[in-house]
């Protein structure tokens, strides 16, 4: 970790690191460590804040509450030098531990030396301004990967014991290397951090000396972190999406858009189902009864690029859409769409089965959430008619695009469900057009205060009881709403031209306006709204459902 020290300079060290990784051959770097050294190069060139709100401290951490730093702060690298040493140093560590760990535990093992580097570290600071009565310890700052590489390399060395290892060309026995290392690197460069590499040694030594391996592992097993077929590979889609909720900022996402991303990232990671109980088909939930997968479909992925591209698409979604809403309703909102949609591509389904009297229509299951984002890009579109956005590089009417990305995404991507899109489209058609929203306000209106917060708990209990006994033979997903792989962006939420309903803003203005009120959020009431009664306040039953009326008004 490198002291907080901004140098200008040439990028040679970032095309010297670019020579290194094309002489080794990207084919030949394991997933998980050639996806790291990926994300640690986006966020040298695109950082997801400047060096001074990433570094790690116990005073930004522990004193100020920034506990979001312990994630940053390892992904972060003061300049090209910084960063070329580092992932050099990287790339034949993760090579060899790769392939000798396999690409599940190496990634878990990065994630824990990660955390537990920068906990070690201001545990170290903490314990020398205590002795010291010095507080500038706990005022240091550090950024960047190189804790976690002594820690990397005390393990390497556990798995290669004896022999010998050259520092400035002189053969030091392994087991002693990192701690002669750890002076050298210290006197020679003094702007590094002698703590956070002394941290980066203690993690590896809990690790290969101490009780570290055995809690990770008891820890899998809770979590049935097996080995998944399904989960083998880079998994760089999960540490782009990482990325671009981190550049957005936690703090900028409304709360049930954060909450449903953290939710569909979880089962990601941790599915409450295999992809073969969990995804939706006529056969599976009508002829055997297996509703819960009308709940367990729409949040589960097939792999890391639909995940990554779904959420992407939600979450400008989302920040826009709970602004205008409220999070109550567009709880509300998401819950029935979700419902809907699955209901919907069921009744499709069975209906091309009599129509073609092909019963493979009620086979095939579908899973991902992008039936829910087609329903909400039509509830976007109907609050910003007119304008144009582009898809494929070519303008296309707000209103007909929901249409053309259907089509485009299904010929661009054949695996995706055409009939799970047209599912979505139709439910935000019967919410915008149709008698849906009519319908919802009427229920609002006699459900219980809680009924919001008792729906999730029960859809989250319904996620972990015990899974179907049923097997698929074949399912589809439901494919990337607002983007595909091919690299082109179809989102019809913000236009990048101007309209007369933007009051004259680009989308960048937009956005940043969406974010600005977002953080400015007072709860959905403005300054002449009557203040909501304080818990426990006595109201006339026709009054309470008056007020949930207004509320939900919108």
Not at 200 to 222: E, N, Q
Not at 282 to 288: F, G, S
Not at 342 to 362: C, K, M, N
Request: aromatic share 12%.
């Amino acid at each position: 970790m490198q002291a907080l020290q901004m140098r200008q300079g040439l990028q040679l060290g970032l095309l010297l690191l670019a020579s290194q990784l094309f002489q080794v051959g990207l084919n030949n770097i394991p997933p998980v460590t050639l996806g790291v050294l990926g994300l640690i190069i986006y966020l040298y060139l695109y950082p997801a804040a400047p060096p001074m709100q990433v570094c790690m401290s116990v005073q930004e951490v522990y004193w100020h509450g920034d506990w979001r730093r312990l994630i940053l702060s390892p992904l972060h690298h003061i300049d090209d030098w910084h960063l070329y040493f580092n992932l050099t140093s990287f790339l034949w560590k993760g090579v060899h531990l790769e392939q000798r760990l396999g690409s599940d535990w190496f990634l878990y093992v990065l994630s824990v030396f990660s955390l537990l580097t920068g906990l070690v570290y201001l545990g170290l600071q903490a314990g020398l301004t205590k002795l010291t009565d010095d507080p500038s310890y706990s005022q240091q700052g550090s950024v960047g990967f190189s804790g976690v590489l002594f820690a990397l390399k005390i393990l390497s060395n556990h798995y290669h014991p004896g022999g010998v290892t050259y520092v400035m060309g002189f053969p030091i026995a392994k087991h002693y290397a990192s701690c002669v290392e750890l002076v050298l690197i210290h006197l020679i460069i003094p702007g590094t951090s002698l703590i956070g590499h002394l941290a980066g040694i203690l993690v590896g030594l809990l690790y290969t000396i101490g009780p570290l391996m055995s809690i990770m592992k008891i820890c899998a097993v809770g979590f049935s972190m097996q080995r998944r077929h399904r989960r083998q590979g880079s998994q760089l889609g999960l540490l782009l999406l990482a990325s671009q909720l981190f550049q957005v900022g936690l703090d900028n996402i409304p709360p049930v858009t954060l909450g449903v991303l953290g939710l569909n990232v979880y089962l990601y990671l941790f599915p409450a189902a295999p992809l073969m109980q969990a995804c939706v088909s006529v056969q599976k939930a009508y002829w055997h009864g297996d509703w819960r997968r009308l709940f367990l479909s729409p949040l589960h992925h097939v792999d890391d690029w639909h995940l990554y591209f779904n959420l992407t698409s939600f979450l400008w979604k989302g920040v826009h859409l709970e602004r205008r809403l409220g999070g109550a309703w567009f709880l509300y909102v998401l819950s029935v769409f979700s419902l809907l949609t699955g209901l919907v591509y069921l009744g499709l389904e069975a209906g091309l089965t009599e129509l073609t009297d092909d019963p493979s229509y009620s086979v095939q299951c579908a899973v991902g959430f992008s039936g829910v984002l087609f329903a909400l890009k039509i509830l976007s579109n109907h609050y910003h008619p007119g304008g144009v956005t582009y898809v494929m590089g070519f303008p296309v009417a707000n209103r007909y695009a929901s249409w053309v990305e259907l089509v485009l995404i299904h010929l661009t991507n054949p695996g995706t469900s055409l009939i799970g899109h047209l599912a979505g489209i139709l439910v935000g058609l019967l919410y915008t057009a149709g008698p849906l929203k009519s319908i919802m306000k009427t229920c609002a209106g006699f459900l219980s205060p809680n009924f919001f917060g008792v729906s999730l708990f029960l859809i989250l209990t319904g996620l972990v009881s015990g899974p179907s006994r049923y097997s698929q033979p074949n399912y589809s997903y439901s494919g990337y709403s607002g983007h595909t792989r091919s690299g082109y962006s179809t989102d019809g939420d913000y236009t990048g031209g101007r309209a007369d309903y933007t009051g004259g803003m680009t989308e960048q203005e937009q956005y940043d306006t969406a974010l600005r009120n977002s953080m400015n959020d007072t709860g959905g009431f403005s300054p002449g709204d009557a203040a909501p009664p304080p818990y426990g306040f006595d109201l006339s039953d026709e009054e309470v459902r008056r007020r949930r009326l207004l509320r939900f008004d919108r």
